[in-house]
């Protein structure tokens, strides 16, 4: 049990934003909560593989076991059921056949452990004070691998103005607000962003229409979209005029609403909270 829970955790541990994403498209977790729910249960796994290997057996350890375990197979079932954007796999490191058969394990397991009374494997005072440190230091370890800070859940929006991203002119410009995004195709952080675009224009309530604006070629953009697992109405942009709205740096985001540019993010200033923030202006 304690190696199965580590091989989950590690396998959403690696692809920890997709995991918080998946929270967040299977309706787990609130947008703005995601990123700190995810945490706390990718250390939950680790914690709980302690536990079962030095701890005391007991009704809750299994009951928080199985739900745990039933996680994993909840995503599985969505994706059968649903056409779903996160892909994230609870046993990357295993062979893909063995996945369902593995977690199915770890739930009769876990519902064994639930009717049958276990003992203690140990009850030495050492033991018991390593099993805390590990447990914790699990803990300590996925925030710091993966780090949240608290900008990333305030107000770190600009108001736009032309001067900040060059003199670049709105054209087209609608009556309905609209988030216009400037990615390049080769960009990891835009494939991320593109993600979290898409559900966001999906589940969340007010997000506005999102359109894209490209640095790339047609083949490119078409890739881009494989990849992501996403689509959006989109334009590809001449390099020069590219590079003079965002300055090289990008992801750019600038919120459009009533015929005029409103607010401007960065990749970094896009965060947990600028959903909120778009959603009310």
């Not at 690696?14 to 947008?31: Q, R």
């Not at 993600?195 to 490209?214: D, H, M």
Request: some cysteine.
């Amino acid at each position: 049990m304690a190696l199965l829970l580590v091989l989950v955790g590690a396998s959403f541990f690696s692809h920890c934003f997709d995991f918080e994403l998946k929270l967040y498209e299977t309706n787990l977790t609130p947008y703005f909560y995601s990123g700190v729910v995810a945490r706390i249960v990718l250390s939950l796994y680790f914690v709980l593989a302690v536990f079962w290997l030095a701890g005391k057996p007991s009704k809750f350890l299994s009951t928080l076991t199985l739900l745990w375990m039933l996680l994993p197979l909840y995503f599985i079932t969505i994706d059968k059921s649903q056409s779903q954007i996160i892909q994230v796999s609870a046993l990357s490191f295993l062979p893909s056949f063995s996945e369902v058969p593995l977690l199915l394990a770890g739930v009769v397991l876990a519902c064994i452990s639930l009717v049958f009374k276990m003992r203690s494997f140990t009850s030495s005072l050492w033991l018991q004070l390593t099993k805390y440190v590990v447990a914790a230091g699990s803990v300590a370890l996925v925030f710091v691998v993966h780090p949240l800070f608290l900008d990333e859940f305030t107000d770190e929006s600009n108001r736009f103005e032309m001067s900040q991203i060059g003199e670049v002119e709105l054209d087209k410009k609608i009556p309905s607000p609209q988030l216009r995004a400037y990615f390049s195709t080769s960009c990891p952080y835009c494939e991320m962003a593109s993600k979290r675009l898409k559900l966001l224009e999906k589940n969340y309530q007010g997000f506005p229409q999102v359109k894209l604006y490209f640095l790339g070629d047609e083949e490119r953009v078409q890739w881009f979209f494989e990849d992501t697992r996403t689509q959006f109405d989109y334009e590809i942009m001449e390099t020069i005029t590219f590079l003079r709205i965002t300055g090289g740096s990008f992801p750019k985001f600038v919120y459009l609403n009533q015929e005029e540019g409103k607010l401007l993010y960065t990749g970094r200033t896009f965060n947990y909270g600028s959903p909120k923030i778009i959603s009310a202006n």
